[in-house]
């Protein structure tokens, strides 16, 4: 076993080399913002090239050329048409087939080679239109995110040179005009309602300060000490007197008289 002499100087010589050695530089990771990383040039992205943007522009044109000229239609005239229902497709190719099996090509100006025709087209351009749409909405997301990160740079760019501008004149008259499209209508009214709320309690102030004290109640008049009896003794003969002003008529005694008839 170990003695506790022989523990207590291992310990000792444990702090004394332990303050001898220097300690490493401890690094703290680097904290970066969400407006930091939006504005750093590490995450720009590629510029798309003005040779990019002709390149998709023919290939869009190229689309138009293969669809040939198309009767604009308005909003009428697309509820004035019929609509295909939905597996329509299926019953249009059963008809095509009967048609074919029974020697019938065309119904007055309606021929069965124009439905055929018709229905190859509407696939086709069916075919092109789901392409199409997943380019579109992926060419829709990637405008609206460039437009606002680009808006987000730019209002905080903005904050910062509003600052700046207190102290210099010239940047505060070429912030002018952006100042003045950053005053929306929500802006603008509420700045108004901060006014007209200011005003009004500058002039409740005003008037509680320049207000006239108001008159104090007057205190009750004193009391006689005959007074109470007085009146008391006029209420008692008031209510016992025959014309009181309960408004009762007064009524007469009857009197008995001797021989047992009553005389009023």
Known sequence: MISKSTAKKSATSAKKSSKSSPTAPVTLPAVTSSSSVATSPQSAVAPISAGVVAQCNSLLGQVGALIGPVEQLSAADIRRML?????????????????NQHGITSVGTVTVQNMSAQLARATALNQIGVQMSAVQKALTDASFGAESD???????????????AIVNPTLAAGLQPVTSFFKTKKTVGKVRVNKAKAKVSAAAKTEEKYASPTETAAPPAAVAPGAGATSSSSTSSTSAAPNGTSGAAPTASVVPASNGIAHP
């Open 150 to 164: 680009s808006w987000q740079c730019a209002t905080v760019l903005y904050t910062t040179l509003r600052r700046l």
């Open 83 to 99: 609509k295909l229902r939905k597996g329509g497709v299926q019953v249009i190719t059963q008809v095509l087939d009967l048609c």
